[in-house]
């Protein structure tokens, strides 16, 4: 019994640009039985990078037949290059019994919604806008019209929380990271649709 | 924002006798901000017992209106006393933002899960039939005729399983607490229904 045989679930992790979605989504990484996602991309592979570890690469066409098939949960062009998260891979994991992350933007985790409903959603928040104002002005990398149109952009993608099944606001980075943990944590322990192999168990005995 | 004026939840304990629930129960009343559900009785009050903090007292007359007027999440008669959840009570908890739990049967859970459909259903399940059976017999208290009803009690509860929304395998006691203390953490952290309240504060800003 436990959780040995049970199937893993994709959880899907999103948040404007400042709310620290991407430290939570590292530390998430670090738990047991928790892969990344590995994304298909047209581009050509950076000094170090391994296929099939940091991305499947592949050409435009092998790109194109997985979109003609239906095998992306989500897929973008980027500057003439092309990415996407390729559903069979993702399922494997799943199948195996792993959690599989995915730190994804908006747009990318509502399409990753219509393509597996049974992802879990989890929208990271920032405290407040001044906070998220504060943290992105902190950086001293982008020009402030940069980060007066990565607030918008925020505000814009908070009107599809509604959309998301968990909240986090990210006031305390340790607590949001448990919080998030507690999410899967619950998640694992969801009574599952095909609940009948767990009863025929105790009746067996 | 965070969780100060978001409404609490109801969340309802069950599973067959032997397999922790009670003890699990009691180490979560021990979180902030979370209250037992205070039962009405047409029992007499035992000595120490307070009117609206160990039961709320109530003649037969005033029991019945309770009936009548639909405001019992569960009810039962036990040995001439009737016993029930009131609705207006816990809800008076929940509008303040505290968490309610209930240690009931799972019949009466079903109850619940009737009269208030978004309550959190929590089952705890024995690790296996066998340990549920030394976990009686080690009680050293019933004797092997009640022990064996006990056992095709839970096998009978357990069919129900499905009517629930997590389940708890209680191998490990401390596991098994701090899964349910997941679950309550992951509740508070739902997008919830209205949610316009959450994204008008940030454009207010």
Redo the contacts between chains.
């Keep these: ?2 959780n040995s045989h049970a199937k893993g679930k994709l959880f899907v992790i999103s948040g404007p640009s400042g709310t620290g979605k991407g430290t939570i989504y590292h530390e998430l990484l670090k738990e047991k039985n928790t892969d990344f996602s590995v994304s298909m991309t047209t581009r050509a592979p950076r000094e170090g990078e391994v296929d099939g570890k940091d991305y499947y690469f592949v050409t435009r066409e092998e790109f194109l037949a997985n979109v003609e098939r239906g095998n992306f949960l989500e897929h973008a062009e980027v500057f003439d290059n092309m990415y996407g998260t390729p559903k069979d891979a993702v399922e494997r994991r799943l199948e195996r019994g792993r959690n599989v992350l995915l730190d994804i933007d908006v747009q990318g985790g509502l399409q990753v919604k219509a393509a597996m409903p049974e992802a879990v959603m989890i ?1 990271i ?1 920032p ?4 906070v998220l104002r504060e943290r992105l002005e902190g950086r001293g990398t982008e020009t402030q019209e940069i980060i007066e149109k990565r607030l918008s952009q ?2 814009n993608e ?2 599809l ?2 959309e ?6 990210n ?1 305390d980075l340790e607590t949001a990271i ?2 998030v ?3 899967v ?3 694992g ?3 599952p649709d095909k ?1 009948k192999s ?2 025929s ?3 067996e ?1």
């Design positions: 019994m436990g929208f928040l405290p407040s806008m001044a925020a505000i908070m009107k929380l509604a998301y099944e968990y909240y986090i606001v006031d448990a919080e943990k507690s999410i944590t619950a998640e322990r969801k009574v609940i767990i009863i168990k105790y009746e005995e």
